[in-house]
């Protein structure tokens, strides 16, 4: 993960790892296993040089489809529903 600290590389570290555990072997509407799609997306991204917010972003593009529906329309608790790479949850 080039030009990345180790603080940032954990963080995208974790977003993998959550969004192995989601998307499991789901396919997007396309056919394409999510996982794949979204490890392509983060390639991508990185190839930009982008942040790991951004790569992070690219990993979990698709996630809010696999949210519960509560999950996905609750504005109220949006802090609590912070992941912790995110910049949200840091202080």
């Given amino acids: 993960m080039g030009g ?3 603080a940032e590389r ?5 977003a993998f790892e959550f969004a192995r555990s989601v998307y499991e072997d789901r396919l997007l509407g396309t056919g394409e296993v999510a996982l794949e799609h979204a ?5 991508s991204v990185a190839g930009l040089r982008l942040d790991a917010d ?3 972003a690219g990993l979990l593009f698709a996630i ?15 802090a609590s529903l912070s992941p ?8």
């Fill in 4 to 6: 990345l600290g180790d």
């Fill in 10 to 14: 954990r963080r995208i570290e974790q």
């Fill in 39 to 43: 490890l392509g997306l983060a390639r």
């Fill in 54 to 56: 951004a790569r992070a």
């Fill in 64 to 78: 809010p489809s696999y949210l519960p529906r509560a999950a996905r329309s609750s504005r109220s608790s949006s």
């Fill in 84 to 91: 912790p790479w995110s910049t949200a949850s840091r202080s």
